[in-house]
């Protein structure tokens, strides 16, 4: 993977491109209780594995939620990166319909 992107500019693509899916489980997230704060670890997990520098996973947390979500789902695909996200969020790994 090339790194001459920064995690943000990855996360809006992603975003852009899957608007739907991210919206959907943020307000998931949300109407759950869930915070920022719930995902800031595993942003920062995910840069250190990818040897990002720190502030890169900072830029993507200060950007709240929905760039958290696409982050996530960027680097993980989407089935696995809601996976993750619904098990550190303490969801049922299945979404509401």
Known sequence: M?????????????YEANTK???DLVAELRAAGVTE??????IHDGAEEEKRDSEEAS???NHGLTFQVASIMEG??????????REA????????V
């Open 76 to 85: 993980n695909s989407i089935r696995e990166g809601e996976r993750i996200i």
């Open 89 to 96: 969020a303490g969801l049922s790994s299945a979404p509401k």
């Open 21 to 23: 899916v991210v919206d």
């Open 37 to 42: 704060e719930a995902l800031d670890g595993l």
């Open 59 to 61: 830029s993507v947390n």
């Open 2 to 14: 090339s790194n001459d992107k920064t995690l943000l500019t990855l996360a809006e693509e992603f």
